[in-house]
């Protein structure tokens, strides 16, 4: 049949990317993804949060603590608070996933419902529950449509389904409260002068080890070396000040990026969305 004139079908570009970042207020805390990524690749970063992605098309590879994962439809992509990882296209195509990224303190009560005593964690990174995903994927649509009350019950259901199947409590290891007091130290003046951080040789002449030594042991802790987990600091305060209503070129500055283009640059690294887009989706 002959489409009428003023009709004509829509071929969607592969080559367009699409993300919306934004928070749900149907669980504490939590913010969400959706997006498609085609040249996109995420730098080694980390959340605060638990990071549980559920593919809908393409695929995506990615590196974590455990090694790599390449995770397609039906699957799922999930990382543990503070844990290195990246993130890139499989597939020339690339991939589409949606994202929640709840706080560690939801994760925490569902667990608790389960029985679990420790602190969640899962025996995989990239696992392949399409059940799962299906419920979580139904619970973020929910969510995007403001369906709050389904939203949020799909949430639970499908997080402590994800804990059933491949949960476990995570070990101790060598976290930021087990890290070195020098290195602790070193994290801390990071911390403190991100406007004007110091070279790795005056970071470790002012904590009292070696170079090599602090560089290596700072790696171990915080899974970054200082200069990456610097750029970390920076984008965790540029969010801060965004939510605060700072313009992105305030911020660059006051966080320690040379000018907005390159807070820009770094954002998009670690969330997927630039700092403006960012700002206007969750600022309230």
């Known amino acids: 049949m002959e489409l009428p004139r003023d ?10 990317e699409r993300a919306r970042y934004w928070r749900f207020s149907g669980l504490p805390d939590t913010e969400l ?3 498609r990524f085609v040249t996109t690749a995420f730098t080694r970063h980390t959340h605060s949060t638990y990071t549980i992605g559920m593919i809908t098309a393409g695929i995506e590879e990615y590196s974590h603590s455990g090694g790599s ?17 990246t993130g890139h296209a499989g597939v020339p195509e690339g991939w589409r996933y949606r994202v929640f990224y709840p706080a560690p303190e939801v994760v925490v009560d569902i667990g608790r419902e389960l029985g679990m005593r420790g602190t969640p964690g899962f025996t995989h990174s990239g696992i392949d529950a399409p059940e799962v995903s299906r419920v979580l994927v139904r619970a973020h649509t929910a969510a995007e449509r ?29 976290t930021a409260h087990t890290a070195r007091p020098e290195v602790a130290l070193a994290r801390e003046l990071l911390t403190e002068r991100l406007v004007d951080p110091p070279t790795l040789e005056e970071l470790a002449a002012h904590v009292g080890i070696g170079p090599f030594t602090l560089a290596r042991a700072f790696r171990a802790a915080y899974g970054l070396p200082p200069h990456a987990y610097l750029n970390q600091l920076r984008v965790a305060r540029a969010r801060v000040l965004l939510l605060q209503g700072w313009r992105a070129s305030e911020v660059a500055a006051r ?4 000018d907005q283009s390159h807070l ?13 887009t960012y700002q206007r989706a969750l600022r309230v």
């Open 7 to 16: 009709v004509h079908p829509t071929v969607e570009d592969p080559r367009v």
């Open 33 to 35: 993804l959706t997006a």
């Open 69 to 85: 994962s390449r995770v397609g439809p039906g699957g799922l992509a999930v990382v543990e608070p503070d844990e290195v990882h």
């Open 146 to 174: 403001g369906e709050r009350l389904t939203a949020s019950s799909l949430a639970r259901q499908g997080i402590a389904m994800l804990l059933r199947s491949h949960g476990r409590e995570r070990g101790t290891g060598v």
């Open 255 to 258: 966080v320690g990026f040379t």
């Open 264 to 276: 820009t640059r770094h954002f998009r690294r670690h969330l997927g969305v630039p700092p403006v």
